[in-house]
């Protein structure tokens, strides 16, 4: 790629870009569209524009609004998670320590995470090597090179003394990596700390996940023999306990019941419209009962709907008993009327063979996945080798069955066999159109679905919550982008045509990524700006929620409650977000020594990334579980493999350059694992598991057990009132076993 | 070999496994012997003679003893320890569920372990593979072959449909083995959880190791922060904790007095015995003071050494002070009044950095090791992977200082370099035996001393109990022997020679085993009959111990307590017994199904071997520990990596034979690693934890709980009376803090 093209596509990403900041600018402020730029203010029942600060009326106050917000007001308006994500992207400790309103961006510099190491390399590795290898003479005589390559190692002869610039920039790098990390989990640590020990009621702080209970004795229900099981080992400290039941039956004809609401709430405003003036009577909603509507008999809704609900409230009751007796699954969430009860309870080996009554922390109660829990541990671990392999065959291999659906799906092809497609096929303007894209097509659907995919297969793993699920879809997806953007499109096609050569010779690969980095230098600085520009414009504006909220809101809804529904701004998506910026990090990491032109990219890719990513936590998303920060562990890791692989290929490209020093690298790579395993040994603990010193912190009151115990029983085996709990209890046992209250 | 020293080599070695064994029969009747061949029954206050059984005189009642014995019995006289060891030669369930004093020899057939492993394996393989191989004709023309080679694989043509007999015995090997495994782990836990939930109290059961203290705020000693930090982290279950000083000092002069109130029981025999009718004053006992009590002025014993005493005491006083007050460690036994609060306190995470109050399980009082108690956890960490490295070297490569110092140390070389020497060298007789012995020399004394080098080496990790310092110096001595012995014979010197070829084609050492495994067929024969006939013969007899004892009775012991110091018999010496197993065991296995008549000699190795650890159990050994059975997951996975190499040496063994469905053996390799993941998933945690559910047993009384924790008192800190206690509590710290009285 030649200069002219390189800057020719970063204006176009730029100019992009700015118009999509200005149409965020001018749409954010017309009070029409805040469900969409503000909802989660709304739902904290804030007002957008009432007590918000000097600036939000200003094009650039969503900038200074966003930089001055504390780590507090994350952590208030997106839970720990996101205020670890903004750690993860950028900032921390600064800030989050003064809860000032001061625009601080003279702090950014001390930020830390990616932003930070990219900072602290750009510092030293800018002013040193772009000299260092702008004045050197490598590439003369060879035709067709840009300025940006003359600045880079390519230009650099080989063996010269040069090189010990960019060798000792390696370390350099790798050492501000260290402190970085070495902080961050420092600070994201407390951060947890700090947020456990809250004096808010956790439900979850309360309980503990059992699952892989043994087959009770003939006599006695599974609520049974787990009440007698924890009552003789936690006499002082049990409170009740949760059997998981296989509810799916009762939820469906809850969820039919809450159609029906839903429904009659929908057809008394639209009779309430159609009383107008003309017409005072008004005319009473009517539906077919048949398939989608469309056919079958046609029923006045409101009266329809109330009679199937009277019709379906018995069954739900007959429903709920059946399943609370005689659907017992074998897991149980077990509550302790202590938090460090239950802490010290998930962390204690209970029974003599590992197999049977295995605990672990249990999930919020919003983030339990029901059907998983029962699953045996055996199925649980076969099932887990079974998705890592598909996984990695779809990581190393998904291109093969995609090359061969396109080869199939030719135009040619789908004339013959599907002839009805031939009118449309013919004209000549849509054949063109048709013939660029599909080849593609069956590619662009499979990385659309992707993440979705990766989703299902984690599920499958059996994994009992949904912060756990999507860890583990984002370290697969990780594993995929890098694999495939990276090292793929780098190695290009010789990696498969040479797939014999590498694995006889592992260390192969590392000379032919040696070979081919440098190459794709300008490739990547172009990626790295469409992807920020462009992205992050996208994401700001959020144009395509605001079209699809105001045709639903023209079209659709009826009631407040749909308007609701259609402005529902979701969470942040850890599962693709984290990904995505991974491979952004890992490219600059990898090219900062090589092209260290790159770092002002990624430097202005994170640290806008930042402001943007805190901006929709504080004012769009709203999160759907709070895992208090156990993202960071995998975040922290993959920085570490992303510096490996740096350091590896490093390795390659300055040994290719026949410098007999380069070994002087090889220390780094023990010296990474080192890190690695001193920072997991030294912090990952916490995460795992809950400090006794951090369980015993003061609650803001005595708790409501009560509370607490409803809040695990699934919305459709609730009963109405509370004071219904001992029958509910009751139900579950053959002996009334009641539990003493506490 | 050819069969004839084959045959001569077995005959020897049994010659002298009868005569050993006759000595043993009539030593052992002698009453003056009971002290060398029945010191643990004495010890336990029983009397050899009286009241045992029939078979007690009679020439082989020992063995319908050891044979009749219960798994109680066993327990009862060396701990679960010796049982598991038993377990893991021979037996376990069938005579432990009985509790039978029949002989129950046709029980054995169904013991289980490496004994069943080989008994089953047997079943199978000598009537099928013997007949297979021995009609073949593959070393027809071949000169110099044995019959025992003619019975072996050896003598299967290659390419030969009879391989399928040997492939499919590989399976029927491993299967047998997975089986016996699977159920003496089962077993072995069992044992493991009974013994654990005895009625009786056991200090520490009660008790939680804490370790990597922080340092303590300047108005408070480390025992005022260990006390607050765990009486408002278990305000209900904490007791009282016991820091761990650096009482060397106090240590010593509490030797000092001990070692002179031995010198005045001694001298007082003496001067009662003096005291003959011919003198019936006596003669006083007198020794110099000065080195070895050859030099220095010649004073009466007696009065001397009282008077040491007083001047000692209060000096022991004076250090116990400063010890407990200014000697703190950061390092506690932290002590809780009741066993699941222990159990549990031991599994909780404490603090929220992970390098901060590790806990685990207290050891046993007795088996501590102190000084390695207040090691911090990066030190002990990076100790670990120096041990590791230096093991690693010393197994590897101890050959070549070995053979350096061989070279050096000529005779010739003594000659000039000892010149007083000379007289005796050059004599002939002396010159030819020393000229025959002294290469190996280095390689002789380096071999007797290693068992303690290891066990140095183990004890310089860190290493908090003797228990675990014996498994650490256990599996180090497994590897060496294996590697040395087994490989490095096998393979010789074409080995060392190729070290570059096996470092580049790691395979290649499987081809190297194959083709040399085959030719040692016969001396591995002739080593295991050599190893089970004198070895054992020489642990039945006991006639060093014998020797030993007679002499130090009859020259040097003096006073009771001396005689009886003299007969101490010692605990089992698992270090270096189990890893000696573990080779025979491997060398068996790996030679099944090239070899099959290596089996008879291999079940009756362990037959044999379980036998005679059984009569040792019983009647000798006192253990010094007792860890309940944790050894038993190290033996279990080193049996496992036996196999692992008996099956990847046979898939070269097999494919060498150019056998086209040799690869059917590889699925072997795997499953071995499934199991091997399965049972360390179900059983292990239950070694390394303390389940709630065996902790929650029922005692045989209250505890005493001032018991308890003087146990964890060190002898020379020992207030003399209960009472004392609270004062020496207050010693300790500087706001005085004394413990709630329970």
């Not at 048709?434 to 499958?460: G, R």
């Not at 959020?542 to 079209?555: G, Q, S």
Request: hydrophobic share 45%.
């Amino acid at each position: 790629m030649d200069l002219a093209s390189f800057i020719t596509s970063v204006l176009t990403s730029f100019v992009i870009f700015v118009v999509l900041v200005l149409l965020f600018t001018w749409l954010s402020r017309r009070p029409g569209n805040a469900m969409v730029y503000y909802p989660s203010l709304l739902l904290r029942g804030l007002d957008p524009w009432e007590g918000r600060r000097r600036g939000s009326r200003s094009p650039v106050g969503w900038i200074s609004d966003a930089i001055s917000a504390s780590e507090t007001d994350v952590v208030a308006a997106g839970g720990v998670d996101a205020a670890v994500y903004l750690v993860f992207l950028s900032s921390g400790t600064p800030i989050s320590d003064e809860h000032s309103t001061i625009i601080s961006i003279d702090l950014l510099p001390f930020a830390v995470a990616v932003l930070s190491i990219l900072v602290y390399s750009g510092i030293i590795l800018l002013p040193v090597l772009l000299p260092v290898a702008g004045t050197d003479n490598a590439l003369e005589g060879a035709a067709g090179f840009s300025p940006i390559e003359k600045l880079a190692l390519g230009n650099v002869q080989k063996k010269s003394a040069r090189l010990w610039a960019f060798l000792l920039s390696v370390y350099w790098v790798s050492f501000v990596t260290y402190f970085v990390l070495w902080k961050s989990y420092k600070h994201v640590s407390n951060l947890r700390a700090t947020a456990r020990s809250t004096p808010e009621i956790k439900p979850e702080e309360f309980a503990v996940l059992v699952r892989d209970l043994p087959r009770p004795s003939p006599d006695e229900t599974i609520k049974d023999s787990v009440d007698s099981y924890f009552r003789a080992l936690h006499p002082n400290t049990f409170y009740r306990s949760v059997v998981v039941t296989d509810h799916t039956k009762a939820d469906k004809i809850y969820q039919e019941i809450e159609g029906h609401k839903q429904k009659i709430a929908r057809a008394e405003v639209v009779y309430a419209n159609s009383k107008t003036e003309s017409n005072p009577e008004g005319i009473k909603p009517t539906h077919r009962t048949g398939l989608l509507g469309l056919i079958g008999k046609k029923v006045d809704t409101i009266e329809y709907c109330s009679e199937q609900i009277k019709e379906l409230l018995p069954k739900l009751e007959a429903e709920q008993k059946t399943t609370l007796r005689e659907k017992q699954q074998r897991a149980a969430i077990v509550i302790f009327n202590s938090r460090s009860a239950a802490a010290s309870a998930s962390q204690t080996l209970h029974a003599q063979v590992f197999d049977k009554w295995t605990v672990m922390e249990a999930p919020e109660p919003r983030q339990i996945i029901w059907p998983n829990l029962p699953r045996k541990i055996y199925e649980r671990q076969i099932r887990q080798a079974v998705v890592y392999t598909i996984v990695f065959l779809i990581v190393c291999f998904y291109i093969i069955p995609i090359t061969a659906i396109s080869a199939v799906t030719t135009l040619e092809n789908l004339r013959e066999k599907l002839p009805f497609l031939k009118v449309v096929v013919d004209q000549k303007e849509i054949k063109t159109v048709l013939e660029a894209y599909l080849p593609q097509l069956a590619l662009i659907l499979f990385l659309a679905f992707l993440p979705a995919l990766l989703m299902f297969l984690s599920k499958a793993e059996g994994i009992p919550s949904q912060s756990h699920l999507v860890r583990a879809a984002s370290g697969k997806y990780f594993y995929f982008i890098v694999f495939n953007v990276f090292i793929g499109y780098t190695l290009g096609a010789t990696l498969f045509k040479s797939l014999t050569t590498v694995i006889n010779h592992p260390t192969g690969i590392v000379n032919m990524l040696a070979k081919s980095l440098p190459g794709s230098a300008t490739f990547f600085l172009t990626f790295v700006a469409l992807k920020f520009f462009v992205g992050y414009g996208l994401e700001l504006s959020r144009l395509v929620p605001l079209i699809i909220f105001h045709l639903k809101r023209k079209y659709l809804c009826k009631t407040e409650d749909e308007v609701k529904a259609a402005w529902a701004p979701g969470d942040l998506r850890y599962n693709t977000r984290v990904p995505n910026d991974m491979l952004i990090a890992t490219v600059v990491l990898c090219y900062s020594v090589i092209a260290p032109l790159i770092i002002p990219f990624g430097v202005a890719y994170f640290a806008l990334g930042w402001l943007v990513a805190k901006n929709q936590v504080l004012r769009v998303y709203v999160p759907s579980y709070e895992s208090n920060g156990r993202m960071w562990p995998h975040m922290h890791t993959r920085i570490i493999a992303a510096l490996l692989l740096y350091q590896t290929t490093m390795l390659g490209v300055i040994g290719l350059k026949v410098f007999l020093y380069a070994p002087i690298l090889v220390p780094l790579i023990p010296m990474s694992f080192i890190f690695a395993h001193v920072t997991h040994m030294r912090f990952y603990p916490a995460f795992d598991k809950t400090p006794l010193e951090v369980a015993q912190h003061e609650l803001k009151e005595a708790p409501n057990m009560d509370a607490i115990y409803t809040a695990y029983i699934p919305q459709c085996l609730k009963p109405d009132k509370l004071e219904d709990l001992d029958v509910f209890e009751d139900a579950q046992s053959h002996t009334t076993s009641r539990a003493p209250s506490i």
